[in-house]
């Protein structure tokens, strides 16, 4: 990913107001992100844990997402998998994240989910540079096919969030 400003970050918001982009808690100064090693900058807020955000390059343009993270399930189910990375989790570190759609569809309330690394630090999961506490199943794809992958579903979310614009 190419490195950003704080103020190209809080432009690239598309389901939200301007003062809430203003309003966002950065998740470190621009200058400390390793961006060469991100197919996305994630992070939940701070400040207000059921806020998250997704900032990444697509279509030719940066686009940022508000994300809102549901309460923990009460399920009896011991593991499961990030709908973007692949990564296997135990339950209490994946969340179902959900994103008002943009325009006037997300004005109206509409909303779309994934569940995903609860700490959206896919890219980190891919290369080995965090590990999960559950074991994963065997992959014989590349790193290279894994960020292909990672992007490829990242960018189909981001489209139908996108769709109503």
């Known amino acids: ?11 690239s918001f598309v389901n939200c107001t301007r003062g809430e982009a203003k ?14 090693r991100r197919e996305f900058l994630g ?13 990444l390059p697509y279509g030719g343009e940066v686009i940022g997402l508000a994300l809102r993270a549901a309460a923990p399930p ?3 189910l011991r593991s499961n998998i990030c709908g973007f990375c692949t990564t296997t989790h135990g339950l209490a570190d994946i969340t ?4 008002k759609r943009a325009g006037k569809s ?15 630090a896919c890219s980190q999961y891919l290369r080995g540079e965090l590990k999960s506490d559950v074991p994963q ?13 990672l992007e490829e579903k990242l960018h189909k979310f981001v489209a139908r ?5």
């Open 43 to 55: 992070w939940r807020d701070p400040k207000a844990p059921a806020r998250a955000y997704l900032v």
């Open 137 to 149: 199943p065997y992959e014989t794809l590349t790193l290279e096919q894994r960020i292909a992958r």
């Open 106 to 120: 997300g004005r109206e309330g509409n909303t779309l989910g994934t569940y995903v690394c609860g700490n959206l």
């Open 1 to 11: 990913m190419e490195p950003l400003g704080q103020e190209e970050i809080r432009a």
């Open 96 to 99: 179902l994240f959900s994103a």
């Open 161 to 165: 969030v996108l769709e109503s614009r």
């Open 23 to 36: 309003g966002v808690t950065l998740p470190a100064p621009p200058s400390e992100i390793p961006w060469d």
């Open 74 to 76: 009460k399920s009896r």
